[in-house]
Structures are given as structure tokens and as C-alpha cells.
């Protein structure tokens, strides 16, 4: 079997994403078997001529591939926000027209739970999940949704995973309060809440450090903002990745990601598995991992005054905080191990 699969680029100095990371493991099995075509712009990449030149050539290129490569299957990575939910339809429907079996991977978005959706995005959507021989998502709640909402029954929950080999955790007694984003930085993230948060708490405490990782376009932003608040209690560490990457999540005591919408990040899978408590906002799937007050803690969207108490909260609660670390790290361990995930997916290939 050959298949091509989509994803942002893999190079992680151009483009941070969770659909990335997740093709980077999946490919990593068996790489001859795949063929990656990359899909989607890189992070600092404009919306030019030149790019729009490049989407014309780019399903060029597509076609060419899916024409000359034996191509059996094609693997769409996709997320339910305006630009994927177009590209992807012409992906899908271009993969129907020349008889290429076809698994749709959702990976959450802003229309995956929308309850309302402009007529032309509903009908890309319902008809790719209509094209779509086998479709995959990240919890039993997206599957439960696009069931009730598109009449499909063909879905196949496959949830994120990661590596356990490299999560390392540190006795919670030896951190310090530092708190850590690591992602693209772009406001959808949350990060207007962050800095608001991170004002109302300077009324409260300065004892605590915060290190943002990552690349995105709203990056000078926010980088003045943290600089202007925080000062030397505040550092960017850009693009991080290998130990690099989990030594900053082991030395961390908070995991902030408060944004409007996700998948299943595969940042906070990592995050927690090094015993590093998240604030989260219960979108996507993230509402199926966090449990509140047990291995994290649930904030509301669009509240800063949530997100300061909730690290306060953490803060001044040694043995509550300890308790919440503990299972943050065992529940990776118990639920989000890799080792089953290829045998997973290999099955839904089986079933094509």
C-alpha cells in the first residue's frame, strides 16, 4: 500500500503544529510507505501574488503525484477553520475523481462545534465527509457531533499520542514558578487572555518566570507585551525541539494554553506527561483529557481573571498542586501512549 498523506511542513523552523507533529510520528514507522505532500502555508509566509501563484501550482503538483506515484490512499490532515475546509475539498474531490481511496483526519478547528456555519463551508464539509471512504477524529465527543450533524457513520476515533521515551518528570517541590507556553503563537491561542492574566496577577505575586516557545505570526505582538509586563521575569526562547523542548516542560509547574478552539495538542500530551499542570479551556477534545482539579485545571474562554486565579491557585497549593502533577503524568501514561496507535490506524487502512 502507498499512500500520500498531507501535512503542514514537517521543518520546524518554518511552520509549529500539531497536525506536523502528528504526520512526524506516523511516518516515522514505516517511511517508505508514505509519501508526505505538504499542504497549508508556513507561519511567516504572506498571502501574496507569489502565494497565490503557488496555490494554483500546487494542485498541479498534486495531481502529478496521485498520477505517477501508484498512489493507493491518500491521507488528508485536515482542521475545520475557513482555508483548510476549501483546500481540502479540492484535495478530496481531485483524490475521488481519479479512484484514490480517501481517510479524512479531522484535527478539531473553529467550525468543528460552530453551531453555525456559512452555507458554502457546510456544504465543502459535508460533501469531503461524504467523499471520504474511512474518517478519523480525536474523541468519542467530535465523533458523537459529526454523526449527529452530517449523518456519517464511518468514523473511527484515533486519539493523539506521544513518545513516553523522552518525558521525564522532577520532584514538584524542586520547580520553581515558572510557567510555560510552547506553540504557534497567534492570538487564536489565547495569548490576549495570557497577558491580561499575567496584569491582574502582578497585583498579586512577581514570584513567577514565564517562558513562551514557539513561532507564528503574531509573535512581535506579543513578545513587547511580555517585555513591557513582565520584564526580566519573562524570556522567548523561539523554536524548541528534542531535549530542548522537554526540558523546559519538566522544569515548568504550569502548561498554559487557554484558546478559542482546538484538536487534541499534542504540546499539552507532552506537557502533562512531565508532570506539568495545564490551564486549559474545555474545547475540542481537551475537555476529554482534563479532568478539573484532578490532572489540570478548566478555565473559561475569554476569562483572565480565571487564568490568574487558576495559577494562583497552583502557586499556593503545594500539596494540591503535587496531587494534580501526579495524575497529569499518569494519565498520559495510562491513555496516551504511542505504542497502539500504529496498530490503529493500520486497521482503518485494513478497512479501505
Same mark, same amino acid.
Given at each position: ?5 498531507? $501535512? ?9 503544529? #500539531?497536525?506536523? $507533529?502528528?504526520v ?12 508526505? =505532500?505538504? $499542504?497549508? @502555508?508556513?507561519? +511567516?509566509?504572506?498571502?501574496?501574488v507569489?502565494?497565490?501563484? +503557488? ?6 503538483r ?6 505517477v ?8 490532515n485536515?482542521a475545520?477553520s ?9 484535495l478530496?474531490?481531485i ?13 478539531g478547528?473553529?467550525y468543528l ?9 457546510k ?8 467523499k471520504?471512504d474511512?474518517i478519523? &477524529? ?19 476515533i484515533?486519539q ?8 521525564k518528570?522532577?520532584? =514538584? ?12 503563537i ?5 495569548? +490576549? ?7 491582574l ?14 513561532v507564528?505570526?503574531d509573535?512581535a ?8 509586563l513582565?520584564g ?5 526562547n523561539g523554536?524548541v525541539? #528534542?531535549s530542548?523542548?522537554?526540558? =523546559?516542560?519538566? %522544569?515548568?509547574k ?8 482546538? #484538536?487534541l ?6 506537557a ?9 479551556t474545555?474545547v ?11 490532572n #489540570?485545571?478548566? &478555565?473559561?474562554?475569554?476569562a483572565p ?24 503524568a499518569?494519565?498520559?501514561?495510562? @491513555?496516551?501512549?504511542?505504542?497502539n496507535?500504529k496498530?490503529?490506524? %493500520? ?6
Amino acid at each position: 500500500m502507498r499512500i500520500l498523506i498531507t $501535512s503542514p511542513s514537517l521543518d520546524i523552523n518554518k511552520n509549529i503544529s #500539531g497536525i506536523s $507533529s502528528v504526520v512526524a510520528n506516523i511516518i516515522k514507522w514505516q517511511r517508505d510507505k508514505y509519501i508526505v =505532500f505538504t $499542504s497549508g @502555508r508556513s507561519d +511567516n509566509e504572506k498571502r501574496d501574488v507569489k502565494w497565490l501563484l +503557488n496555490q494554483f501550482f500546487f494542485l498541479i503538483r498534486y495531481i502529478k503525484i496521485l498520477r505517477v506515484s501508484n498512489i493507493n490512499v491518500v491521507h488528508i490532515n485536515s482542521a475545520m477553520s475557513e482555508l483548510s475546509i476549501i483546500r481540502d475539498y479540492f484535495l478530496i474531490s481531485i483524490a475521488k475523481i481519479l479512484r484514490k481511496k480517501i481517510v479524512l483526519h479531522i484535527h478539531g478547528g473553529k467550525y468543528l462545534f460552530a453551531s453555525h456555519k456559512p452555507i458554502i463551508l457546510k456544504y465543502f464539509i459535508q460533501d469531503s465527509l461524504k467523499k471520504s471512504d474511512q474518517i478519523i &477524529v480525536l474523541s468519542e465527543l467530535e465523533r458523537d457531533n459529526i454523526k449527529n450533524k452530517f449523518n456519517v457513520d464511518n468514523i473511527n476515533i484515533l486519539q493523539n499520542c506521544i513518545e513516553l521515551n523522552h518525558a521525564k518528570t522532577i520532584p =514538584f517541590e524542586d520547580k520553581k514558578n515558572v510557567i510555560v507556553f510552547l506553540g504557534r503563537i497567534v492570538k487564536d491561542k489565547g495569548l +490576549n487572555e495570557i497577558v491580561e492574566a499575567f496584569r491582574l496577577l502582578n497585583k498579586k505575586t512577581n514570584d513567577f518566570f514565564f517562558e513562551l516557545c514557539g513561532v507564528g505570526p503574531d509573535f512581535a505582538i506579543y513578545d513587547n507585551l511580555f517585555n513591557e509586563l513582565l520584564g526580566n521575569r519573562y524570556k522567548y526562547n523561539g523554536v524548541v525541539n #528534542g531535549s530542548e523542548k522537554w526540558d =523546559f516542560l519538566k %522544569n515548568a509547574k504550569i502548561f498554559l494554553l487557554p484558546s478559542y478552539y482546538e #484538536g487534541l495538542p499534542i504540546s499539552l500530551l507532552e506537557a502533562m506527561s512531565t508532570g506539568c499542570i495545564p490551564i486549559v479551556t474545555p474545547v475540542g477534545s481537551i475537555k476529554e483529557v482534563i479532568k478539573d482539579e484532578y490532572n #489540570g485545571i478548566i &478555565v473559561n474562554k475569554y476569562a483572565p481573571d480565571e487564568i490568574m486565579e487558576a495559577i494562583l491557585h497552583i502557586i499556593k497549593n503545594q500539596q494540591v498542586a503535587e496531587y494534580m502533577a501526579l495524575n497529569a503524568a499518569l494519565t498520559i501514561k495510562e @491513555r496516551f501512549n504511542i505504542l497502539n496507535y500504529k496498530e490503529q490506524l %493500520n486497521k482503518i487502512y485494513d478497512c479501505l
